[in-house]
């Protein structure tokens, strides 16, 4: 049985944390349906999952895909991670055999403007301090072997250059885990005689392609692969150039050889959880490794994971780039929505919407959440709304949302997963039970892989995030070229776009129409397996705040930690 959580002054995510008392990850672990020689512990609640588990387990059928999504976000974030966590718990509760799978934070948003990102309340992810810091140094690893892989590109070239790379064609750039603005274009080489001197710049580590091919690959075998098809630059002739033909192959898979390997914790409530790999929605595909689910649906009935931001981000490439290519198929989409965001999109500001009761500016902020029912339909996936209620909410807010949905025929629920646990999200996990029992999923990509590069563009464009067309700027039209002509035109499409509009433009809120897509550069990332497609003004290098979180972080004599969330 749940701990019955009555609503009352809610501690806060580091209080309720610091105060729980998590099992042993043996326990964890034993839960799962894994054995001890499976696991190799870092600590007492946490531990790597060996491949050699999945390799057991994979004879057994697979259980059921949920994702959860949501609507167009504020800045604020609407509390998706947290819905996943307490669907979870509650799930668990009713003895289903439930796993779940999230990514990693990234530490640059932590110190930076968003804080912890393991849930919050009583629903969230232990042990909290660990996996919002350093973890188990996935992400380290990473951004190691990415910067090896350029070290290695300047000293080849430094070297004779045998493979004729044009040192003003390097697109390998540098990555950095802390957002720092003034990396986002530097001059290097500035030493002197024997230095290779270039343009170029640094992303945030969670961008990288290795983060993506670290996510996307289904065996060490698979992720080799991938790594040497990493097109790192063009020759002078325009022709590309790999780290397989740069022999970085192998020092790149010997430095990513345990950060393969997902990562179990559990909720605050003791279910199962994997948390592996951390690619940002908004630049990168948004959705934790592809082992980590293969592993959780072999080894539970039901999988429920998190996709960055919006159906329009997280979820669109979920179902055009991860399930085509791990072969799952996802039946239900839980689309987490607030009053608060219904306001921003119905013409509030963000301070506006968290004074008072405005029932008018939900009316006319319904055109967002509508929209993303129906891309959620276009994919062939059930569609159930997970109201996530805050304290500002009133009940008549609150009614009004669960009739509208009502009125489309999608199921809905209010949900009190931060402030009650599993408790508070019985009713939405019924309607995803509910939901699952239709059995009316019909999962479908959007487009086909054979299409053109403008083709799979203008679908996304079109009939995602309801753009009349699109404009090509800057180098966009001969990255198409090159990109067709050296036999990439097949890969499905990863757009880089803002995650507060459902257009290019951070500041169009609802459901914008009568506007084109700007589409300004396109890149490979022939290792991940998609085309990068940089829209709007969007970067891949965050910069901090005014006021950035690290200047509230501390730890005391004693090693406690204080500010975090």
Known sequence: ??????????????????????????????????????????????????LRGLERV??????????VTAMTPTEFGEGKTSTAIGLTEAMGSQRKRVMLCLREPSIGPIFGVKGGACGSGYAQILPMEDINLHFTGDIHAVGTAHNLLTALVENHIQHDNALGIDPDHILWRRVSEIPDRNLRHVQTGLGGHGYLSRETGFDITVASEVMAILALASDFADLKRRLGRIVIGKTKDGKPVTAGEINAVGAMALLLREAICPNLVQTLEGQP????????????????????????????????????????????????????????????????????????????????????????????????????????????????????????????????????????????????????????????????????????????????????????????????????????EGSAHADIEWLTK??????????????????????????????????????????????????????TMPGLPKQPLAEKLDVDDKGRVSGLF
């Not at 580091?14 to 696991?39: D, F, N, T, V, Y």
């Not at 994979?58 to 259980?63: D, F, H, I, T």
């Not at 607030?338 to 009316?363: F, P, W």
């Open 58 to 67: 994979q004879v057994r059928p697979q259980g059921r895909l949920i994702l």
């Open 273 to 472: 959880t994997f948390i592996h790999t951390g690619p940002f929605a908004n630049i990168a595909h948004g959705t934790a490794s592809v082992l980590a689910h293969r592993m959780a649906l072999h080894m539970a009935d039901y999988c429920v994971t998190e996709c960055g931001f919006a159906t329009d981000l997280g979820f669109e490439k979920f179902c055009d780039i991860v399930a085509p290519s791990a072969g799952f198929k996802p039946e239900v989409a839980v689309v987490v929505v607030t009053a608060r965001a219904l306001k921003v999109h119905g013409g509030l500001t963000s301070a506006q919407a968290m004074d008072g009761e405005n029932i008018r500016a939900i009316q006319q902020g319904f055109a967002n959440l509508e929209k993303h029912l129906q891309i959620v339909k276009r994919f062939g996936l059930t569609p159930v709304v997970a109201i996530n209620r805050f304290r500002a909410d009133t009940d008549a807010e609150l009614r009004l949302i669960q009739e509208h949905c009502i009125s489309l025929n999608v199921r809905a629920a209010v949900s009190t997963v931060s402030e009650q646990g599993g408790e508070g999200g019985l009713k939405l996990a019924q309607e995803v039970a509910a939901a699952l029992q239709e059995k009316s999923a019909q999962y479908k990509p959007l487009y086909d892989a054979a299409q053109s590069i403008p083709e799979k563009i203008e679908a996304i464009a079109r009939e995602i995030y309801g753009a009349d067309g699109v404009i090509y």
């Open 1 to 50: 049985m749940l701990p019955h959580r009555p609503i009352t002054k809610q501690l806060s995510n580091l209080e309720i944390s610091q105060a729980a008392k998590p099992l042993q990850i043996i326990e964890i672990a034993r839960r799962a349906g894994l054995r001890l020689e499976e696991i190799e512990m870092y600590g007492s609640y946490k531990a790597k999952v060996l």
């Open 486 to 539: 050296n036999g990439f035109a097949g890969l499905p499409i990863n757009m880089a776009k803002t995650q507060l509009s459902l257009s290019d433009d951070p500041a169009r809120k609802g459901a914008p129409s009568g506007w084109k897509l700007r589409v300004r550069e396109l890149r490979v990332a022939a290792g991940a397996g998609f085309i990068v497609v940089l829209t709007g003004n969007l970067l």
